[in-house]
Nanobody, 120 residues
């Protein structure tokens, strides 16, 4: 089994910054894609940013130029640096990881979520 532990959420004023971290642990052979999603009440979960094992990132349009995703493959950890935060970034942020376990079976795991609130 693969477990994802997120940290770094909180309350920040508009224009401020936060850094989210997510560490994966368990019977992991390889993680192909790691990413961050977010969800607000009454809406579908949306992709915020993804990063491949090779370090290629992709972002949803609303965060381009403000958020940066990165990962440390040795630590099975993904980060999301969020700058110039806006009230509309307020959501529960979820970490996701897709890969292979030691048994060569694929997995897709989610973290428990961390609240990000942007408000003055």
């Amino acid at each position: 089994q693969v477990h994802l532990m997120e940290s770094g959420g909180g309350l920040v004023q508009p224009g401020g910054s936060l850094r989210l971290s997510c560490a994966a642990s368990g019977t992991i052979f390889s993680i192909t894609v790691m990413g961050w999603y977010r969800q607000v009440p009454g809406k579908q979960r949306e992709m915020v940013a993804l990063i491949t094992k090779g370090g290629d990132p992709s972002y949803t349009d609303s965060v381009k130029g403000r958020f940066t995703i990165s990962r440390d493959n040795a630590k099975n950890t993904v980060y999301l640096q969020m700058n110039s935060l806006k009230p509309e970034d307020t959501a529960v942020y979820y970490c996701n990881a897709d890969g292979l376990g030691y048994d060569m079976e694929g997995f897709g795991s989610w973290g428990q979520g961390t609240q990000v609130t942007v408000s003055s």
